[in-house]
């Protein structure tokens, strides 16, 4: 990696810690150099201040989790409504899983209502509700799953696959599971794709 790219992710990963645990109102541009390890000049050039940093965690963020919705839909007649589904869940809480801190943040700043946010509902937000629906219409009409509004299915679905994220405290000083345990989230994961079984499935559909 080059020193001006290695520079650029201390700075990311700096940013994204403190902003977990600090806040990104308690952050301060002098925080993120300082556990950086660069001076603040250097922030203002890459991210020209805290606003840009906040602006690159959610384009990183939101670009790569659509990726991975993307990919699974690619196969949606291939695969049909509910194996598409359950491939899009299992990329998509992968790559969370994989990137704890940023996710963490990221949802919980997409539960304020702030200019920005607004901004991130208009493009990637809609985009991903475009994906996600377009998978259970496709089920509806193939008669894969029930007829559930698809509004109630996509908003349970979500609060499912983001709800570690927005209450990882409460996982672990409530229940001591913690998001970094590999088994937990996978366990975790199967548990979201047998809802998926278990709950949008029309088995009677199935039957005939």
């Known amino acids: 990696m080059k020193r001006s790219e290695l520079a650029r992710q201390q700075i990311v990963d700096a940013a994204i810690s403190l902003f977990n645990t600090k806040g990104y109102n308690g952050t301060t541009v002098r925080d993120i150099s300082a556990k950086a390890n660069v001076n603040v000049a250097t922030i203002s050039y890459y991210f020209n ?29 291939q695969l049909g409504a509910n194996e598409c589904l359950k491939k ?12 704890l801190a940023l996710s963490r ?4 700043e997409v539960s304020i209502d702030t ?3 607004r901004e991130i509902m208009s493009t990637y937000l809609m985009k991903e509700r475009y994906l996600l629906k377009s998978i259970f219409d496709y089920g509806i009409r193939e008669k894969t799953f029930r007829p559930i509004p698809t509004s109630i299915s996509v908003i349970q679905l979500k609060s499912m696959m983001t ?37 949008l499935m029309d088995k009677n559909n199935q039957k005939k």
């Open 49 to 77: 201040g805290k606003n840009g940093l906040l602006e690159h965690c959610f384009i990183t963020f939101f670009e790569n989790y659509l990726k991975e919705l993307e990919e699974a839909c690619v196969a949606l007649e």
């Open 88 to 99: 899009a869940i299992k990329q998509i809480m992968n790559y969370q899983y994989e990137h």
């Open 105 to 108: 943040f990221v949802w919980r």
């Open 115 to 117: 200019q920005m946010i």
């Open 163 to 199: 709800m570690p994220f927005l209450n990882a405290h409460y996982h672990s000083e409530v229940w001591n599971v913690y998001l970094q345990d590999t088994y937990y989230f996978e366990r975790y994961t199967e548990h979201i794709c047998d809802w998926v079984d278990n709950y």
